[in-house]
């Protein structure tokens, strides 16, 4: 446990502080050195000090220079070298001709189809002489052709394909992680997005392993969805359990189990390769009566099995783990679980040091240390039904408990019904996994006995997918936390480690009890100090009048926070190019790290999906007080949702008009459009969004959602209605994301902005902002600042002095002259 844990740690520091560390190396040697003296000398206590040292200091080393060249393959230095990498935002990209190795099977999201390619040769120029590369890039795949082709392109195969290249582009926003960095982490630096399915060409099959690994995977889906149905939950989840492969999730039930603490065992672990290692030894036990043989046949299971699902994290981990242990019985040696669970992390973190950051590696660790203890304190019973039993709800609440910090550092969440719904979802599982592969054999043999498979698999999905539901009917079972303090969650890890390590003797035992007897009081602190962190969220009343335009994307959503305190959120963001919720993914994080936990207001300027997206999740999470929304459409399913989630938690729903008012303090806001409708609505139109025009002392800030040229004259006409004397100052945020057909020339000489804040996404597919209106806003003076490039933007007014900072440090100042 002591050398893994410095390994650990060394390669950790080391992956996260990449910069070549010649004062480590310096140390990490002199530390070497030493141990090799305490050796020498016979001198235990300093031997295990120094090695401590020594590996901290060696794992850092491997940590910067893996993560070093991750970030910097030859395949971006040799893009950056010649110039075709373009920069971020940038426009009109070059295609690149690529060819290399798949990584992964395909994966299909809304809309397209991702391959994660493994470049080796990339053709720049017109000499027409490809060049060699390493590095792996994430294609997207466009077109309905890309579903139809998505089983001819498998793992191992060699494709070649024309794409433009950018950089993963980051949401940048307070509290937000960087995306080149997250991706590099998983060894992808590049985004490449494809056309069509018709200029990827496959021109070479994997090896045979890849080539078997690969048709044993599709014979695997194919057989599960001939069972269960295809596009079902229970199709998804029995194949993510059988083989790997989560690509048929929907976004919902992830949350969904997420929320209720049972994620965790729809991966590939230590369940899966228990129950793969019971079915192998049962039936050994059959054909053979030799101990070694049986041992040998499992091993040989497991290893074909980590071979065709991929072979990630948590499978190798669990793989590992379970092959030290046919190891040490074929030995006829015995040892600490623990101790078999830090010889594998080690070895693992040894061969590839950026498993460090891999969710799934940590998950699994987590989970297994925990189910360590759990089965540690089980015991025995009298009954061996109350013994399963016992074991079952202790193992489920070590499990849960070893992933508190986990999930509240990834996830952001913490949930209390983990532990009741993992004692039920654990054994289903395992029910899966025997049925899904019954269904496997069924089709290959008798098939005929599918719809029996079919019909277990359901009824075991939906006792995981059902049980989760009760986070929503008990939802304060399960809340959203900011990212723990790392002085928590090192606190708390101590904790657990001083009770994973094993006591070997008498003498070992009186020295722990009192750090076993210390830790009990930490760990408990620790973990309240984690789960309950949203009560030490406090925003304070900034003084000032501030408004943040946040980066998300091809959408909007911007934070005010009034000088009382009062916090309002217009528009929420939509969905990103894999279908994940913008408001959960990103708005919320961004208001936890300003230390909001209630919103007063929440307006939906229109239900177009880029505004109101992610308003459902954030009326559940931040409980605003009331919800505005515009003109209503009749049979909008999304404004239904919101609309639910809005009197799920008491919300007052109000449908905003021209001539409101209400007064926040010194502020003073006014609805000025739009006016009352005077027929029924049956599609959302923009030029019905609610515009705000929001006053303080001599500032005016103008929030005009996706409004069009057509209805700016009236607009412009119920400001000067509004406004008896035109404030000197005013910060437009440009309607329509600086669409071409908003913001006209009538428009600007009307409201004459000094500052203008344009809400879009990179590399948009739109061209937003248009040159037109960019031309437009530069004829009348409006300093012109962008999401796109500049991330979030944020304006703070006292009423006569403006300072606009965006997140990537560019800052002005303006003071409001009276006219």
């Given amino acids: 446990m002591l050398v893994a844990a410095a390994l650990l740690v060394g390669v950790a520091s080391g992956a996260v502080h990449p910069e070549p560390p010649w004062p480590v190396i310096a140390v990490a040697a002199a530390a070497w050195a030493a141990t090799v003296w305490a050796w020498w000398h016979g001198r235990p206590r300093a031997l295990v000090a120094c090695a401590v040292c020594a590996l901290v200091g060696l794992g850092a080393v491997a940590g910067g220079a893996a993560m070093r060249r991750a970030l910097t393959p030859s395949l971006v230095q040799m893009l950056e070298r010649e110039g075709a990498l373009p920069a971020p935002g940038a426009r009109d990209l070059p295609p690149i001709r690529l060819e290399g190795r798949l990584a992964a099977d395909a994966a299909p999201t809304s809309g397209a189809v991702l391959l994660r390619v493994d470049v080796a040769r990339v053709w720049l120029g017109a000499c027409g002489c490809p060049e060699l590369v390493e590095g792996r890039v994430l294609a997207v795949v466009g077109g309905d052709a890309a579903r139809t082709a998505r089983d001819a392109w498998r793992a191992g195969r060699l494709v070649q394909l024309t794409a433009t290249l950018r950089r993963p582009l980051s949401y940048r926003n307070l509290g937000a992680s960087d995306a080149a960095v997250e991706l590099a982490r998983r060894r992808t630096v590049l985004i490449a997005s494809v056309k069509s399915a018709y200029v990827v060409e496959v021109r070479a099959d994997g090896t045979w392993r890849h080539e078997v690994a690969a048709a044993l995977r599709a014979r695997a889906r194919r057989a599960i969805a001939r069972a269960a149905g295809e596009g079902t939950d229970a199709t998804a989840v029995a194949t993510a359990v059988l083989i790997g492969d989560r690509a048929g999730l929907s976004a919902p039930l992830e949350d969904r189990l997420q929320r209720a603490g049972t994620f965790h065992v729809i991966a590939i672990s230590g369940g899966n390769i228990a129950l793969w290692s019971l079915i192998t030894l049962w039936t050994a036990a059959r054909l053979t009566r030799r101990r070694p043989l049986a041992l040998a046949a499992v091993a040989a299971i497991l290893v074909l099995y980590a071979a065709v699902v991929g072979g990630g994290a948590s499978v190798m981990r669990a793989t590992g783990m379970a092959l030290v242990g046919i190891a040490t019985q074929w030995l006829d040696q015995r040892g600490a679980v623990v101790n078999v669970l830090a010889l594998t992390t080690a070895a693992l973190v040894v061969v590839d040091p950026l498993l460090i950051f891999d969710i799934g590696f940590w998950l699994t660790t987590a989970a297994t240390a925990g189910l360590a203890l759990g089965m540690a304190g089980a015991g025995r019973t009298e009954s061996r039904v109350r013994a399963v039993a016992r074991a079952l709800v202790l193992t489920s609440v070590w499990a849960e408990a070893a992933l508190l910090p986990i999930v509240a550092a990834v996830f952001q969440q913490v949930t209390l019904a983990g532990v009741a719904l993992s004692a039920l979802a654990i054994p289903a599982m395992g029910v899966v996994q025997v049925a899904a592969l019954a269904a496997v054999l069924a089709d290959a043999v008798v098939p005929s006995l599918l719809a029996t498979c079919g019909t277990v698999l359901t009824a075991a999905t939906a006792v995981v997918t059902e049980s989760a539901r009760l986070v929503d009917t008990a939802p304060w079972l399960s809340w959203r936390v900011p990212p723990p303090s790392w002085i928590a969650v090192l606190v708390y890890a101590l904790a657990v480690v001083m009770w994973l390590v094993p006591r070997r003797h008498a003498a070992d035992t009186a020295r722990m009890a009192h750090l076993r007897r210390a830790t009990g009081v930490a760990a408990p602190a620790a973990a309240v100090w984690i789960a309950c962190s949203p009560l030490t969220l406090v925003a304070w009343p900034p003084g000032d009048l501030r ?94 949702v919101v609309r639910a989630a809005a009197d799920a938690v008491g919300a007052r729903w109000r449908e905003s008009r021209r001539g409101e008012r209400i007064d926040v303090g010194a502020v003073q806001l006014r609805v000025v459009h ?146």
């Fill in 674 to 819: 739009p006016p009352p409708p005077d027929w029924e609505r049956q599609r959302v139109r923009n030029d019905d969004s609610v515009v705000l025009a929001i006053r303080h002392g001599d500032v005016r800030v103008l929030l005009t959602g996706d409004v069009g040229a057509a209805v700016e004259p009236e607009i412009a006409a119920a400001i000067d209605a509004a406004d008896s004397a035109p404030p000197p100052l005013t910060v437009l945020k440009v309607a329509h994301h600086g669409s071409a057909g908003s913001t006209g020339e009538a428009w600007l000489r009307a409201v004459r902005p000094s500052l203008a804040i344009v809400s879009a996404g990179a590399t948009n597919p739109f061209g937003h902002p248009s040159e037109a209106s960019l031309t437009r806003l530069g004829a009348v003076g409006g300093d012109v600042w962008r999401t796109d490039r500049d991330g979030e933007v944020s304006v703070r007014t006292n009423g006569r002095v403006v300072e606009v900072r965006a997140f990537t440090g560019r800052t002005r100042w303006l003071v409001a002259q009276p006219r």
């Fill in 547 to 640: 408004i943040h335009v946040l980066d998300v994307g091809q959408g909007d959503a911007v934070l005010l926070q009034f000088p009382n305190g009062t916090r309002m959120l217009v528009d929420a963001g939509g969905a990103s190019a894999d279908g994940r919720d913008l408001g959960q993914r990103v708005v919320g994080p961004t208001l936890r790290a300003r230390g909001i936990r209630r919103l007063d207001y929440l307006v939906v300027t229109h239900a177009d999906l880029d505004h109101i997206g992610g308003a459902a999740t954030l009326v559940r999470e931040f409980r605003p007080a009331e919800v505005w929304m515009g003109v209503p459409v009749a049979g909008d399913a999304a404004s239904a």
